[in-house]
């Protein structure tokens, strides 16, 4: 008998406030109730917020006091679960840590609305959120059962390049997948935030579990994001949804957007009165077989230009001018017989190009790239891209696929060879739950 489930995944973006976001999250919820969804996907970092673009005005060995702030801000918009830094497991999940005698609840409240959400409308709702636990944030995300509400939760093990500055690593203790039913089908669910699909071994652990629902929620619009979701949900012979945002520039939070009215005049201020550039003696420019340029200097200025007490001449004066040709950023460096060799500078920083970057405010900073992925690897709904509110993709799964799939792989099991290949991971039983 087909084990049927109907799942949704909800290309959704955050708001300027939690409670915005909370709000509308909410209202999709409701929206895929109405549809018959059982269970919902939301992105990485829903609640709370991915702080694309945000530098934290940080180099190696400095920061400063406007990206000290810009961290406030960050912090002020993670919510509070009322769990321990280190993270108390099935403490956490039971309700068994102690609450403040003038409380009815830890954290914040935002645990009981998202239990509210999911009981009101039936559905099963998993979604990611910027965790606040002590002083510091944590990548997470929540799995909330409409009768038992949050039966589960994970914390990114491994943030990507610059998150490791804003978030902590989480504990690999909270790879444990969930087990629940709905509608009559037995699921074993695990998510993998983002770029921890990227580990190999990581994925192997959930592999190990007999997952057969896998969630992979990202921030990652890259071209390689949907072969690395088909190679997953082949791999492990396991439905995979994956949910990123779609976000335009003006869209962004206004915590990241800032005062970009100042920055917008200040820039075009400066465009306005551009620099004069420096001068520099009339030369000739010949190019190596690498492609290197080398400016030779000429024998004798041109007659009709200007020139100066050193031998240099002003070419916006000379006949030269008509000539010129607009280069690429170089660095010239001189030899010791005074030749200027023009060698090809590195392309702006990504840091140059968030302090002058003129983009629109209709531009992506996001383009989405949400889908769902069936055991045999065939993509059965998107990617969606450009999409930025109302974006809800929607299957019906048959389950017994994952099963049919294991007649020729089982890479955790008969496809093995776990009598020579092993793999232990601290702090998480990665045999399949009960």
Same mark, same amino acid.
């Given at each position: 008998?087909?084990?049927?489930?109907?799942?949704?995944?909800?290309?959704?973006?955050t708001?300027?406030?939690?409670?915005?976001?909370?709000?509308a999250?909410?209202?999709?919820?409701?929206?895929?109730?109405?549809?018959?969804?059982?269970?919902?996907?939301?992105?990485?970092?829903?609640?709370?917020?991915?702080?694309?673009?945000?530098?934290?005005?940080?180099?190696?060995?400095?920061?400063?006091?406007?990206?000290?702030?810009?961290?406030?801000?960050?912090?002020?918009?993670?919510?509070?679960?009322?769990?321990?830094?280190?993270?108390?497991?099935?403490?956490?999940?039971?309700?068994?840590?102690?609450v403040?005698?003038?409380?009815?609840?830890?954290?914040?409240?935002?645990?009981?609305?998202?239990?509210?959400?999911?009981?009101?409308?039936?559905?099963?709702?998993?979604?990611g959120?910027?965790?606040?636990?002590?002083?510091s944030?944590y990548?997470?995300?929540?799995?909330?059962?409409?009768?038992?509400?949050?039966?589960?939760?994970?914390?990114?093990?491994?943030?990507?390049?610059?998150?490791?500055?804003?978030?902590?690593?989480?504990?690999?203790?909270?790879?444990?997948?969930?087990?629940?039913?709905?509608?009559?089908v037995?699921?074993?669910?695990?998510?993998?935030i983002?770029?921890?699909?990227?580990?190999p071994l990581?994925?192997?652990?959930?592999?190990?579990?007999?997952?057969?629902?896998y969630?992979?929620?990202?921030?990652?619009?890259r071209?390689?994001?949907l072969?690395?979701?088909?190679?997953?949900a082949?791999?492990?012979?396991?439905?995979?949804?994956?949910?990123?945002?779609?976000?335009?520039?003006?869209?962004?939070?206004?915590?990241?957007?800032?005062?970009?009215s100042?920055?917008k005049?200040?820039?075009?201020?400066?465009?306005?009165?551009?620099?004069?550039?420096?001068? /520099?003696r009339? @030369?000739? $420019? *010949?190019? %190596?077989? &690498? !492609?290197?340029e080398?400016?030779? +200097?000429? =024998?004798? #200025?041109?007659?009709?230009?200007?020139?100066?007490?050193?031998?240099?001449?002003?070419?916006?004066?000379?006949?030269?001018?008509?000539?010129?040709?607009? /280069?690429?950023? @170089?660095? $010239? *460096?001189? %030899?010791? &017989? !005074?030749?200027?060799?023009?060698? +090809?500078? =590195?392309? #702006?920083?990504?840091?140059?190009?968030?302090?002058?970057?003129?983009?629109?405010?209709?531009?992506?900073?996001?383009?989405?790239?949400?889908?769902?992925?069936?055991?045999?690897?065939?993509?059965v709904?998107?990617?969606?891209?450009?999409?930025?509110?109302?974006?809800?993709?929607?299957?019906?799964?048959?389950?017994?696929?994952?099963?049919?799939?294991?007649?020729?792989?089982?890479?955790?099991?008969?496809?093995?060879?776990?009598?020579?290949?092993?793999?232990?991971?601290?702090?998480?039983d990665?045999?399949?739950?009960?």
């Open positions: 008998m087909p084990q049927l489930l109907k799942l949704a995944v909800a290309q959704s973006r708001l300027s406030t939690t409670t915005e976001t909370l709000e999250l909410a209202s999709t919820t409701q929206d895929a109730a109405r549809q018959g969804i059982h269970l919902i996907l939301f992105p990485e970092a829903y609640l709370g917020g991915y702080p694309r673009t945000c530098t934290f005005g940080a180099a190696v060995g400095a920061r400063d006091p406007a990206g000290r702030e810009q961290f406030l801000q960050h912090f002020h918009s993670a919510v509070d679960l009322g769990d321990t830094p280190v993270g108390a497991g099935d403490e956490w999940v039971e309700r068994r840590l102690p403040a005698k003038d409380k009815g609840h830890r954290g914040d409240g935002i645990r009981e609305e998202l239990e509210r959400i999911a009981r009101d409308t039936g559905v099963f709702v998993v979604t959120l910027i965790e606040r636990a002590g002083g944030l990548c997470a995300v929540v799995y909330v059962c409409p009768q038992l509400g949050i039966i589960g939760k994970r914390r990114k093990v491994m943030p990507t390049g610059s998150e490791r500055l804003i978030w902590a690593q989480g504990s690999p203790s909270t790879l444990r997948a969930v087990t629940t039913t709905i509608a009559g037995r699921l074993t669910l695990a998510a993998a983002c770029w921890e699909n990227y580990m990581l994925r192997y652990s959930l592999y190990s579990q007999n997952v057969n629902l969630l992979a929620p990202t921030a990652d619009a071209d390689t994001w072969p690395l979701m088909r190679t997953i082949c791999e492990g012979r396991a439905v995979v949804l994956s949910a990123n945002q779609c976000v335009r520039r003006r869209n962004l939070p206004q915590w990241i957007q800032g005062d970009q100042v920055d005049e200040h820039r075009n201020s400066s465009k306005a009165q551009p620099t004069k550039p420096s001068r /520099r009339c @030369s000739t $420019i *010949t190019k %190596t077989d &690498d !492609n290197h080398i400016n030779w +200097p000429s =024998a004798s #200025a041109q007659s009709d230009g200007e020139r100066h007490s050193n031998g240099s001449m002003d070419l916006e004066d000379s006949h030269l001018e008509s000539r010129h040709q607009p /280069r690429r950023r @170089s660095i $010239i *460096t001189r %030899t010791a &017989d !005074n030749h200027e060799i023009v060698l +090809p500078a =590195a392309p #702006a920083s990504i840091a140059e190009k968030l302090m002058t970057d003129d983009g629109d405010d209709d531009d992506f900073v996001c383009q989405g790239g949400s889908c769902i992925i069936d055991p045999t690897g065939t993509v709904a998107g990617p969606l891209w450009k999409v930025e509110d109302g974006g809800l993709l929607t299957v019906e799964v048959d389950f017994e696929d994952c099963e049919r799939g294991r007649l020729d792989l089982d890479v955790a099991g008969s496809y093995s060879r776990n009598d020579s290949f092993r793999l232990e991971v601290t702090g998480l990665i045999n399949p739950p009960p």
